[in-house]
């Protein structure tokens, strides 16, 4: 029930960072709220990586659906892919790896202050 609210803390402050911040930004606020909390660096990657991945999925379907998955689509053929699907799922992984890293740093900075 912790991690569930670190993941939610941590992709509703992504979302507004995002909007006004570049998109790295999103691991900073993995890393500050995973320094903060009590939680392990399993736990803390595992709340970054969901809360940064929430994010981006829901800004790319955001982005996505209104222009009929054609960014997308074009996308996917620049670099190769067979379709946008693709293209999104890969976006989305990179952002909970980005997230996940971002929140085990500050797990582990957590830890080793904490003693």
């Known amino acids: 029930m912790q991690l569930l609210k670190y993941i ?3 992709a509703i402050c992504a979302s507004i960072i995002t909007w006004l911040m570049p998109w790295y930004m999103a691991a900073a606020v993995a890393f500050v709220v995973t320094v903060n909390a009590k939680i392990t660096p399993g736990k803390a990657f595992l709340a970054g990586a969901g809360g940064v991945g929430l994010t ?10 209104p ?3 054609i960014l997308s689509g074009r996308m996917a053929k620049v670099l190769g892919l067979p379709n946008g699907f693709l293209f999104l799922l890969i976006t989305i992984i990179l952002g ?4 996940g890293m ?6 582990v900075m957590n830890k080793a202050f904490r003693k």
């Open 8 to 10: 939610i803390i941590i």
């Open 96 to 99: 909970a790896i980005v997230g």
């Open 67 to 69: 222009n009929e998955h």
């Open 56 to 65: 981006w999925l829901v800004v790319a379907l955001y982005r996505d659906i």
């Open 102 to 107: 971002a929140g085990w740093s500050g797990g």
